[in-house]
């Protein structure tokens, strides 16, 4: 084994460990003090994994270094049976990141907890891995073809969307909290992770020490990314509302009092004036949440449901926001005020008893034909 090749190996091995156990234990230590945050939805509980699947996927790096070392130490690098190993691993990395992407929250839609969806590209995942396996062993020394490995090529595509889905959420995630500049960083950094794969399916692609340098580089800042994002986490979480703290009271239309001691609203009146559709929507979620049990508690927001867009429940918070001059360090997010519990179902979060609703209100929203279900809802207690 050359010099280059072994410090490169060696490197890709201590970083990815390191970088593993980090994630670990920073992932650990955000269970144990956060958990009652992380598990407040009683209709589904969930402790939120996606920064252990992250570890995994490091760890995979590990033991894709081991092989990697293996392969060049007993000198089977150039078999089948070698890049297949590369590869495969390489799948397994892809499949941990993808589910951690289900549960960032600015993943893409069709991503961020949407468990049918996660589901059928596990099955390309799978199929990515068949297709591997199959190249490698029916296409045997004939795998190499004017310089490209054909075997590499299904993986190459999956990894290519797997960093454009990464790309997005990084960039969302980071941009929302206020550090668009760590979210270009991390866009560039995907990119050249990406990049540091064409080596392994282009084999006249740059040459080794281009080639390593650019893999150490592009791991070693990922992880990097990936602790600055556990840091905003753990900011995020510190400074989410707790549903037995907040407070809301409907007194009259358009009137609502809100108390958010976390984010420094003490008992403070917002007038929704002539916005009366948000005003209505938030409405119908506290009278659910305060007289509804189990699903009844939550309200559809899909086209077939009863509120037909997630953004009229943005426009509630920016509204809020916008009422109350909150600064960037008390703004509202749309997960403090309401919990997203699958299959496009969302609920107020505070608790029941900390509702409160005029009664002469509630009678008269309930008497128009549309809003009769909260009439049988209410007069079912």
Not at 345 to 364: G, K
Request: with cysteine; charged share 15%.
């Amino acid at each position: 084994m050359i010099e280059v090749a072994e410090f490169y190996i060696l490197s890709h091995i201590f970083i990815s460990l390191i970088g593993a156990i980090l994630l670990i234990a920073i992932w650990y230590n955000i269970r144990q003090r956060f958990k009652h945050i992380l598990e407040e939805n009683d209709a589904q509980k969930r402790v939120d994994k996606g920064l252990l699947y992250l570890s995994f996927a490091m760890s995979i790096w590990v033991f894709s270094g081991c092989w990697a070392y293996a392969g060049h130490s007993f000198s089977f690098e150039n078999t089948n049976s070698y890049r297949f190993g590369i590869h495969f691993l390489s799948i397994v990395n892809n499949m941990f990141l993808l589910l951690a992407l289900f549960y960032f929250y600015y993943a893409p839609r069709f991503i961020y907890n949407n468990k049918k969806n996660i589901n059928k590209i596990l099955i390309v995942i799978v199929v990515t891995s068949i297709a591997t396996l199959s190249l490698s062993y029916f296409l045997g020394d004939t795998n190499i073809y004017n310089g490209m490995n054909i075997s590499g090529l299904p993986d190459l595509m999956l990894s290519g969307f797997l960093c454009y889905l990464l790309g997005i959420s990084f960039y969302r995630t980071f941009a929302y909290r206020g550090l668009k500049i760590v979210g270009v960083i991390s866009v560039l950094v995907i990119i050249l992770m990406f990049a540091s794969q064409l080596s392994e399916v282009f084999l006249n692609y740059g040459n080794d020490f281009g080639n390593s340098l650019i893999k150490i580089i592009a791991k070693s800042s990922l992880i990097s990314v990936f602790l600055v994002l556990a840091t905003t986490w753990v900011i995020r979480l510190a400074s989410m509302p707790k549903p037995n703290e907040m407070t809301i009271a409907f007194m009259d239309w358009s009137l609502v009092k809100i108390s958010i001691p976390t984010k420094g609203v003490f008992e403070q009146t917002i007038d929704f004036g002539s916005k009366t559709t948000q005003y209505k929507n938030l409405l119908k979620f506290a009278i659910r949440r305060k007289y509804g049990e189990g699903d009844s508690q939550s309200l559809s927001v899909s086209l077939a449901g009863e509120i037909k867009n997630q953004t009229y429940l943005t426009r509630i918070i920016e509204n809020i926001n916008s009422i109350l001059e909150l600064d960037n360090t008390q703004i509202l997010e749309r997960r403090d005020l309401f919990t997203f519990i699958g299959e496009g179902r969302y609920r107020l979060r505070m608790i029941p008893n900390h509702i409160a609703i005029d009664e002469t209100l509630l009678q008269e929203f309930s008497k128009t034909p549309e809003n009769k279900d909260y009439k049988a809802l209410c007069n079912s207690l």
